[in-house]
Nanobody, 114 residues
Framework: QVQLVESGGGLVQPGGSLRLSCVAS????????MAWYRQAPGKQRELVAA???????NYADSVKGRFTISRDNAKNTVYLQMNSLKPEDTAVYYC????????WGQGTQVTVSS
C-alpha cells in the first residue's frame, strides 16, 4: 500500500504562483510514473502533467509553458510548479502514482481568484 500526501495548495491571485508537493511512502518511488490531475466543480478529472521514471514529461495543452512537473527520487517527492495562474486553473489537484497498481492522493485545493 502506497500513501500519497499532497501539500501546497491555497488561494492565489491571477498571475501568481504555487508549488504543489506530493510525498509517497514505500521504496519503489523511483520506478513509478507520477502525475498530477485536477478536477474542477462539475467537470471530469483531467490530466495536468506527468513524469515517467526516466524523467520524461508531458503536459496538458492548457498548462504548457506555465506549469512544470519534476521529481526528487531521494525524497520520494513529485512537484508541480504552477506559474501565471488563471481562474480556470481553480480545481482540486490530485497526485497519482502508478507502479503495478494505481494510487491517488487525497487532493489539495487550488483557488485562483482576485
Amino acid at each position: 500500500q502506497v500513501q500519497l500526501v499532497e501539500s501546497g495548495g491555497g488561494l492565489v491571485q491571477p498571475g501568481g504562483s504555487l508549488r504543489l508537493s506530493c510525498v509517497a511512502s514505500g521504496n519503489d518511488f523511483r520506478f513509478a510514473a507520477m502525475a498530477w490531475y485536477r478536477q474542477a466543480p462539475g467537470k471530469q478529472r483531467e490530466l495536468v502533467a506527468a513524469i515517467g521514471s526516466s524523467g520524461t514529461t508531458n503536459y496538458a495543452d492548457s498548462v504548457k509553458g506555465r506549469f512544470t512537473i519534476s521529481r526528487d527520487n531521494a525524497k520520494n517527492t513529485v512537484y508541480l510548479q504552477m506559474n501565471s495562474l488563471k481562474p480556470e486553473d481553480t480545481a482540486v489537484y490530485y497526485c497519482h502514482y502508478r507502479w503495478a497498481l494505481d494510487y491517488w492522493g487525497q487532493g489539495t485545493q487550488v483557488t485562483v481568484s482576485s
